[in-house]
Structure formats: structure tokens, C-alpha cells
């Protein structure tokens, strides 16, 4: 079967960095998407990787390592607004996404 | 900016009643998903669509319909709506298929089935 896991809550300080895990089993690999969710509003895009390594977009960074089925969203500098769900989401050998449950993140101040 | 809008953000259904979901893209996107949003759940796939009048069953299509008339417009229906159709469902566009097309939502439409 599919699986895509990655903690439920994790809570952070304001001004800390920040690392959310993604691992994954899917038949295929086509790219791993990050999203952003804010309570009540639609997922946003944040980064996609398809190769190994790190991928830095200004305060947030992604990692993805395909043979240990493995990535991480690395935030840095927390802010208040960083408050939100993070959904990883892989995409299959049908190019159809998987989608984790996503992880919860607390800010405090 | 790509833009998905949905027709309504609450929808309170009684049991049995047919339910439309509208879902709009303004960006000449081919493709149109439809998912639902659980608490403890990925989102899961209800149905998506390639191209005008085509339709494709995800994971999860029992218990609805999908209607794709026009490229820029994507229906999902609730035939008969149950109280285990409540939850969130988000529709989301992407420009084609393939790597790194990214896929982009709309606001949701957060549905009450009593």
C-alpha cells in the first residue's frame, strides 16, 4: 500500500528553527510537495523536490533523500504567521499526489 | 495569480438531498481535481478530470458524481447526501500532467450533512 507519515502536533518557539519529517512508501516517485494550510483556508504551495538535497526557498528549506524515502521542511526564523499545517504529498508513477495526514505546528510567542 | 474559486465556503444538507459543488479556474488549466479534507486524514481523491468531459474515479468516488462541461468549471454531486459526507472539500487546478506541476486549491467548501 501507500503511506506517507509525519507527526500530528509539533509546537516551536518564535524566532527558533524548526524541522517537520515527512517518510513515505508509494509505488512510484515522481516528486515530493510541501503545503502550507492556515486553519480554514486552502493548502498553498511551498516546495517541490524531485531530487536529493536540499532546496532553499528565504526562510524555508526542503530535503528529500528517494532512497531512504525521507524529507524534511526545515523553518527558520519562526513567526507568529508560520502557525499553520504543513501537508507533505507525494507524487505516484500515475503522477497523482499522496497526501500525509499533514503536521499541525504551534507557534508561541 | 492563479485563481480557484468555489461557489459556496458553508453548505448546510439534510439527508437525501442532491448537492452541487462548483468549482472555478481561471488560468486555462487542464486538469481539476476534487478532494476531501478529514481531521487525523491526507486528503483523499474523489474524482479528477484531464480534459472537457472526461473523468477519471480517485480513490474515494462512491457517492458522487462529477460534471466537467466547460475546461474552466468542475461540479462535484452529492446524489443523495449522507451524514457521512460531511467534511471539507477542496477543489484544486494544475496546468497539466506530469512532474513538477503543482497543483492549486481553492477556498474549500466546509459541507454539514445533518
Known amino acids: 500500500g501507500q503511506n506517507i507519515d509525519q507527526p500530528t502536533e509539533m509546537t516551536a518557539t518564535e524566532g527558533a528553527i524548526v524541522q517537520i519529517n515527512c517518510t513515505y512508501q508509494?509505488?512510484?516517485?515522481?516528486?515530493l510537495f510541501w503545503y502550507q494550510q492556515h486553519a480554514g483556508e486552502a493548502p498553498t504551495f511551498l516546495s517541490y523536490?524531485?531530487l536529493d538535497g536540499l532546496e532553499e526557498k528565504g526562510r524555508f528549506s526542503s530535503f528529500l533523500s528517494r532512497s531512504k524515502g525521507y524529507s524534511y521542511l526545515l523553518l527558520k526564523e519562526l513567526q507568529m504567521k508560520d502557525s499553520a499545517s504543513y501537508l507533505c504529498?507525494?507524487?505516484?508513477?500515475?503522477?497523482?499526489?499522496?497526501w500525509g495526514a499533514g503536521t499541525k505546528l504551534i507557534i508561541k510567542p | 495569480d492563479v485563481k480557484v474559486t468555489q461557489s459556496s465556503r458553508y453548505l448546510v444538507k439534510r439527508t437525501g438531498e442532491k448537492v452541487f459543488l462548483e468549482c472555478v479556474q481561471d488560468?486555462?488549466?487542464?486538469?481539476m481535481f476534487w478532494y476531501r479534507q478529514d481531521p487525523g486524514l491526507g486528503l483523499r481523491l474523489i474524482y479528477f478530470?484531464?480534459?472537457?468531459?472526461?473523468?477519471e474515479k480517485g480513490d474515494i468516488p462512491e457517492g458522487y458524481s462529477v460534471s466537467r462541461e466547460k475546461k474552466e468549471r468542475f461540479s462535484l454531486i452529492l446524489e443523495s447526501a449522507s451524514t457521512n459526507q460531511t467534511s471539507m472539500y477542496l477543489c484544486?487546478?494544475?496546468?497539466?500532467?506530469?512532474?513538477?506541476?503543482?497543483?492549486?486549491f481553492g477556498p474549500g467548501t466546509r459541507l454539514l450533512v445533518l
Open positions: 523536490n524531485v
Open positions: 478530470s484531464y480534459d472537457v468531459k472526461m473523468k
Open positions: 484544486a487546478s494544475s496546468l497539466s500532467q506530469g512532474l513538477r506541476e503543482t497543483q492549486y
Open positions: 504529498a507525494v507524487m505516484d508513477s500515475n503522477y497523482q499526489l499522496i
Open positions: 508509494t509505488s512510484g516517485f515522481n516528486g
Open positions: 488560468m486555462d488549466h487542464e486538469n
